[in-house]
Structure formats: structure tokens, C-alpha cells
């Protein structure tokens, strides 16, 4: 069961009281000190860095993507695989040079992998040049635990995983001008027995739909133009709070919020997701036809093993009430290769899924084992050689289809909201369709922000290529 726990407002005033003496600090220094944040996963660690650089902002910091040039450095990292993880050691390992070359940088380690023990004890022993390190459920606190680094010798680490909460008033530095995160709940009660989450964010906890409307309602006013509404599992909204509300009643009052935006949100669960969201959804002309449904598995037994709560029948069953009610619905999904003691044949299952599913886009990702999680204690005796190819077979699979899809585009003009700026001379801009499919865009940096028409003139699996139908100088 969720339950809300909110800090209380004077814990919330002190840490704004703290940001104001770093201020004093920073603004009596010669320069203007600057912060550099690298963040790794998912969407709700992009949120959590924007709300660091709140912080970092209201306490006098400018932003640089220079390490060198930094006097605080935050990595933001991620739990999830292991891979991830290794890519976070490679980068802080680097930093002993920066800090060699400005001894008063400091070096602060956050996110989900600062609330695994392991990590903790690792870091500690082995990346000395780390100062200070804390854990997800504590951000909060950031002010606080900075002006501590700044004042007090020697290292400092809040990394407890405890059950967490919800603190409301705290500054978000947003990245873009046009999309904005927009948390509605964070931790997972769910226990995936492949996931780490429950054990590194706490327990599931609602924020008030008061909080989130008016914050839904700030962004609107500032211009933004595409809110996701963030959660480990969007579809148990409102759990534990003392309204009686759900997902799908919140989608239709944000819906009613004056404005021409979208509303979308991540992640689901197939377990929670059902008719009433479905409905939901194809009533608010603001939400966006996409819905990304993680499987992970096709097969029933592993499904089982997984602790999802769902068989291979009931997903389908769900996606298709899902067409029924939204037939233009944009499916993505995650799916996991190589869970332990998966057979050829239950692998077969998930192929079997993918081929009825038809998403528009899928996310494979490898088994990783993650120490402390009930999966870790299952054996597994499938060659790595045996996953890999099981993984090209899929990606395969969903290629296919993803061309197959994006080809029906070619030709049409679709609506898109033009998002930012690109790399790419031939395409300046991207841009995204209503059900989340990302176009290159040829056409003016001036139509950021805008919703405009395009004409699709080619693709590949993953995006969208097309032309502009509003003048250019538009
Ligand atoms: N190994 C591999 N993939 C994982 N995911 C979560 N935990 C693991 C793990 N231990 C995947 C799931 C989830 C996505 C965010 O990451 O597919 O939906
Ligand atoms: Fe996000 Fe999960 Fe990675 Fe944490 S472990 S950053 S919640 S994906």
C-alpha cells in the first residue's frame, strides 16, 4: 500500500534557508562558481537532475558541460544493469584528474546506485575523490548536505535507503522550453524479481493531485507544451492518498486545464492499466495516443518468476481494448532477454508476443543481475553466447515491424510538435507526433514550440523524416 508522507513546510524552509547562506557564499566569491550534472537511466532521474539544478541555481551556481571548469560535479546515476553501472565507474574514476587539477572541486555521487550497500562500500573504499554521496530519497536535502561539503572536512554519505517521501516547494531548473517532466509519484511496491527499484527508491507514494495540478498549471502558463506525468507505474496513482482519485480521474482533470499541450506519462504496468485509463484517454483530446506497456516476457512461467501479475493472454487482451478505444494508439514496450532458466521455447513466446503485439517500438534489454533481488538467486546456466542471439532474433523481429509501421507514414501529413533543435544541417529541428514518434524535421528553429503539419518523406526503425507545411519563416 502507498501511503503519503509529506515533509513538513518548516523542514522544507530550512533547506530554503540553507540555499540562501550558500548564495551569500557563492556571490561573495570572485567568479561565479559553476556546476557540471551528468545523469544516466531513466526520465525520473532527468527530473531529479532538473530539480539539483534548482537548487544549485537559487544557491548562486551557473551550469558548464565543462568538468574542468566545474567547482561542483553531481553524477546522477542509475541502478537498473549493470552495464550502466559500469559506465558511472569508468566516468567517476576519470574525475581524479579534474580534482587533481582544482583540489576544491567537489564531487557528489547520487541517484539509485548510492542506495545499493555494495556501491556505497565501494565507492567509499575505492573513489576516494568522491565527497559526498546520497541517496534518492534524500535529494531533498541536497542544500543541506552541500553546505556540509562546502564547511566540514572530510567525506560525507546519506546513502540509507529508507522508505522515502514527498517534499513539495523545492525549485526545478527545467532543461527544455517545450517538454517538462512532471512527477506524480515516486518509488514501487511492485517487486519485480529482476528490479532493483523497490529496494533503491522506497515505497510507492502519491503525490496530492492539488500539487500536481498546480504544478501541471505553472508549466502551461510558462509555455510548455508537452507534460509526462512520471511514475515507476503511473497506473497506481493515488494510492494511500486521503482523496479517493486514481490515473485515469487525474488525466481528465489535467485534460481541463485551459491550452493547446499534450499530456503524456510513463511508465505503466499491464497488471493496473485497463478499460477505465483506455477511456480516459481517448476522452481528453489533450492525451497523447501512446501508452508505453512494458511485457518483459512472453512466456507464462516466466512472467510467474518475474512477478508480474499478468499472462501472455491477459497483455494482449489489454492491448487490444487499448485499440478498440484508441485505434491510432501508439504501443511501445520493454522486454527482457535472457531472464534465468528461460528455454528456447519460452523465448519462442515472447517472439510469439512480439509478432501479435505489433508495437510501434520496443526497448530489449539483456538480463542483468542485480544482487540483492530475488532473481539473483535463481540459476543460470543459458550461455551468454545463447541470450545474445536470442536478443539479435528479437531486435530482428521488432525492426520489421518498426519499418513496417513507420513506412504507412511515408507520404501523410501529420500533426507534430516541433521540440528542439538537431544536430543535423538537413533536418534543424525534431520534432515528435502525437503518439510519440520522434520526426526529423526539415524546417526554421523559429517553429520550436509550435504544433505544426508535416509531410513524411522517409524513415527507418526508429524515426521519422519529413518537411514542414508551415512556412519557413513562420
Ligand atoms: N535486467 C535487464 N533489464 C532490466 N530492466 C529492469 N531491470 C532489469 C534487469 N535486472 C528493464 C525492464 C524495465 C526497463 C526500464 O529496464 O525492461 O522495463
Ligand atoms: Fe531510473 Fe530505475 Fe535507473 Fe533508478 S534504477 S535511474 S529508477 S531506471
Known amino acids: 500500500m502507498g501511503e503519503r508522507t509529506e515533509i513538513p513546510a518548516n523542514e522544507i524552509d530550512n533547506q530554503k534557508n540553507i540555499m540562501q547562506r550558500v548564495l551569500e557564499v557563492s556571490l561573495a566569491r570572485p567568479e561565479q562558481p559553476f556546476a557540471y550534472i551528468d545523469t544516466y537511466g531513466c526520465q525520473q532521474n532527468e527530473s531529479d537532475s532538473e530539480k539539483l539544478r534548482g537548487m544549485l541555481a537559487e544557491m548562486g551556481y551557473a551550469f558548464t558541460a565543462d568538468e574542468f571548469q566545474a567547482d561542483i560535479i553531481v553524477i546522477n546515476t542509475c541502478a537498473i544493469r549493470e552495464n ?22 567537489i564531487i557528489a555521487f547520487c541517484g539509485c546506485m548510492a542506495a545499493v550497500p555494495e556501491t556505497v562500500e565501494k565507492v567509499r573504499q575505492s573513489y576516494k575523490h568522491v565527497d559526498l554521496m546520497f541517496s534518492p530519497n534524500v535529494l531533498w536535502r541536497f542544500p543541506e548536505l552541500l553546505h556540509r561539503a562546502l564547511n566540514e572536512r572530510g567525506r560525507i554519505f546519506e546513502t540509507a535507503a529508507n522508505e522515502g517521501a514527498i517534499a513539495e516547494g523545492l525549485p526545478a531548473h527545467r532543461d527544455g522550453t517545450v517538454k517538462a517532466w512532471l512527477p506524480i509519484m515516486y518509488g514501487c511496491d511492485n ?119 499478468y499472462t501472455h493472454e491477459q497483455y494482449l ?6 485499440r478498440e478505444l484508441i485505434p491510432d494508439l501508439v504501443i511501445t514496450s520493454d522486454v527482457i532477454v535472457g531472464f534465468p532458466g528461460e528455454t528456447e521455447a519460452e523465448f519462442e513466446d ?3 508476443l512480439v ?16 544482487p540483492g533481488t ?19 532474433r528479437l531486435l530482428a523481429l521488432q525492426n ?43 524546417g526554421a528553429e523559429a517553429l520550436i514550440g509550435r504544433f505544426v503539419n508535416a ?12 518537411v514542414s507545411q508551415e512556412g519557413e519563416n513562420a
Open 84 to 105: 550502466a553501472e559500469n559506465r558511472v565507474f569508468g566516468n567517476i574514476g576519470a574525475l581524479v584528474h579534474t580534482k587533481k587539477a582544482k583540489p576544491s572541486q
Open 191 to 309: 517487486y519485480c524479481s529482476y528490479c532493483i527499484v523497490p529496494y533503491v527508491r522506497g515505497r510507492e507514494r502519491s503525490r496530492e493531485p492539488e500539487a500536481i495540478l498546480a504544478e501541471a498549471q505553472g508549466l502551461i502558463n510558462d509555455g510548455f507544451k508537452d507534460i509526462t506525468l512520471l511514475g515507476q507505474n503511473v497506473n497506481s496513482y493515488g494510492t494511500g492518498l486521503s482523496e479517493k482519485t486514481n490515473f485515469a480521474s487525474l488525466i481528465r482533470r489535467i485534460n481541463e486545464i485551459e491550452g493547446e499541450f499534450l499530456i503524456r506519462f510513463m511508465t505503466s504496468h499491464p497488471k493496473d492499466a485497463g478499460f477505465e485509463l483506455f477511456k480516459a484517454m481517448a476522452e481528453s483530446e489533450k492525451a497523447a495516443h501512446h501508452i508505453h506497456l512494458p511485457f518483459q516476457a512472453g512466456n507464462d512461467r516466466i512472467l510467474g518468476l518475474m512477478n508480474r501479475g
Open 317 to 322: 487482451e489489454k492491448i487490444i481494448t487499448a
Open 350 to 352: 515472447t517472439l510469439k
Open 355 to 370: 509478432e501479435k503485439a505489433q508495437f510501434d517500438a520496443m526497448f530489449t534489454f539483456l538480463y542483468s543481475k542485480r
Open 374 to 392: 530475488p532473481a539473483a538467486e535463481l540459476e543460470d546456466k543459458t550461455p551468454r553466447n545463447i541470450k545474445q542471439e536470442r536478443f539479435d
Open 400 to 442: 520489421a515491424i518498426s519499418d513496417e509501421k513507420h513506412t504507412k507514414y511515408i507520404g501523410k501529413s501529420v500533426r507534430v510538435l516541433v521540440d528542439g533543435q538537431s544536430h543535423d544541417e538537413r533536418y534543424p529541428v525534431n520534432a515528435r507526433t502525437n503518439g510519440g514518434r520522434l520526426v526529423h524535421l526539415s
Open 455 to 466: 509531410k513524411i518523406t522517409h524513415c527507418n526503425s526508429w524515426s521519422l523524416f519529413g
